[in-house]
């Protein structure tokens, strides 16, 4: 078999399991939205059995066999980039997944199932001691997954497989960066007068919310043609394929602004997803470089885009009509002020940009607790709060507002969760910066409603590639420069402390 043959070969067999995690993508995306609710026991198994299928068709020692024979042609490999990363993410997969026993991928895929489903339960009800014994397997798990590796920190291989190229150290050292400049900005900013006139906090049909939800997603140049919008409990993005990229978000009749900044946020990582270059489908390297990358990418277009004076002064005369009686004594200043107040809260999802990154240093510090034993889950209520009263200054009442709120270590795994949130917020500013240098009418192009230039320099500059680099050549190749703080913190300080009205 020559080059041409086993490269071939080799991509016969990834596009083919490609297949099958699409499919495991969408009993996801089923799971999430329209499961009736005795269904999920039945899911579990069937998301547990395509999962081994999965990873008996990737461990398969001919794949191995194949690399082996591509990387023998070193000199040809090397000669093709798409070729020579194609190969490099297999290979890198490969190496992990064979490390990594079918039953424990069985068992995970299973308990993650049965887990999710209790924890709904839970913060329905308030409920932690029925979350309690899944999450304490959750943590076993999690330790047992990171055992199958050699590791600096039991985190590492948590961290590297939704942030490959961080770990433990590094993130830290970037965290105690920011956080050493941003948390006296934050209590400055709380210490000054706060307008505490909630202008918003009127009853907004769900049904218009909707309407004017898709309206917003158009004027972005959301592709309906190869995405759509559902409901969900907890907003998420997924990519079936290239003609298939769903997003999800939740509605609050007297919350609009939630779903309206969570469409748009799981709408950042369809543009993401829908820029990948279409000859990278059915291959490893389609799909986001990492949780961090994509991140950015939802922080930037809901954050940085969305909450901008310039993208209302475009959107609120249309908001206004659709809300006449809500908004019609609601200027647009008094508007933008309210969207970016800055106040204590105990919601990350619903945290303003100042103090959202607490949110996740919280949870990136109780990940390692647990995970180094120094934290019991049965104390992680206790642990938690008093984290929220250290770091925000708030008494949070009970479970469902507290160590429940989130999904992520009751579908996931305990370690690697969170951390790529904060490191998304400052690639976000980092690449934004970038597109406007490159961009100099950007801020005049947001305010007349054209949004195609700065998704058309993303698609060319970071898009496209998909998962050819990771996150840091990317960012790097993308802004000429390495992971900095000091564009995120220029932003936060350019735009706060925002004047409020009276």
């Given amino acids: 078999m ?89 290979e890198r997969n490969y190496n992990k997944a064979i490390k990594i026993p079918a039953s424990f991928v069985a068992t995970l895929a299973e308990h993650q199932s049965v887990s999710y489903e209790n924890w709904m339960k839970a913060k329905e009800t308030n409920n932690f001691k029925l979350i309690q014994p899944y999450l304490e397997k959750t943590l076993e798990l999690s330790k047992e997954y990171s055992s199958f590796f050699s590791y600096d920190h039991i985190a590492d291989p948590l961290i590297s497989e939704s942030d490959y190229g961080f770990n433990t150290e590094n993130i830290k050292q970037v965290f105690n960066e920011l956080k050493k400049e941003l948390v006296p900005f934050v209590k400055s900013v709380l210490d000054n007068p706060q307008n505490n006139n909630d202008i918003l906090t009127k009853q907004f049909p769900i049904s218009r919310q909707e309407e004017f939800n898709h309206f917003v997603l158009k004027k972005l140049n959301f592709d309906f043609n190869r995405g759509r919008l559902d409901k969900t409990a907890h907003p998420f993005m997924i990519n079936l394929s290239y003609g298939d990229i769903r997003i999800t978000t939740r509605y609050d009749e007297y919350n609009f602004t939630d779903s309206l900044f969570s469409t748009i946020h799981e709408m950042g990582h369809a543009f993401y997803e829908m820029g990948i270059a279409k000859k990278l489908e059915g291959s490893l390297l389609y799909e986001g470089t990492s949780s961090s990358v994509h991140e950015s990418q939802s922080r930037l277009w809901e954050n940085i885009v969305g909450r901008s004076y310039e993208f209302w002064e475009f959107f609120y005369p249309t908001l206004v009509e659709y809300f006449p009686e809500q908004l019609k004594t609601v200027s647009l200043e008094s508007f933008y002020a309210q969207i970016n107040k800055v106040e204590r809260s105990f919601i990350r999802t619903e945290a303003d940009e100042l103090t959202y990154n607490l949110h996740v240093l919280i949870r990136f510090q109780l990940e390692i607790d647990m995970l180094e034993n120094k934290l019991k889950v049965a104390d992680l209520p206790e642990a938690w709060n008093a984290l929220y009263k250290e770091n925000l200054s708030v008494t949070v009442p009970n479970n469902t507002l507290g160590c429940l709120q989130d999904v992520h270590w009751y579908a996931g795994m305990i370690g690697g969760q969170f951390q790529g949130y904060t490191l998304g917020n400052i690639m976000s500013a980092q690449f934004f910066a970038a597109a406007k240098k490159a961009l100099p009418n950007l801020a005049q192009d947001i305010k007349h409603g054209q949004f195609l230039p700065l998704r058309s320099w993303l698609t060319d500059n970071l898009y496209q590639y998909g998962k050819m680099y990771d996150s840091q050549e990317i960012l790097e190749k993308s802004t000429s420069e390495k992971l900095t703080t000091k564009h995120y913190m220029s932003y936060l300080k350019n735009k706060f402390p925002i004047k409020t009205l009276a």
């Fill in 2 to 90: 020559n080059f041409d043959q086993a490269f071939q070969k080799l991509t016969n067999i990834i596009e083919e399991i490609e297949h099958l995690n699409s499919i495991s993508k969408l009993l996801h995306w089923d799971q999430s939205t329209y499961l009736p609710d005795d269904g999920f026991s039945a899911r579990g198994k069937q998301m547990a059995t395509i999962g081994k299928i999965i990873h008996d068709k990737f461990t398969n020692p001919y794949i191995g066999d194949l690399l082996q024979q591509l990387k023998d042609n070193s000199t040809i490999l090397n000669n093709n980039s798409y070729m020579s990363r194609y190969v490099s993410v297999i």
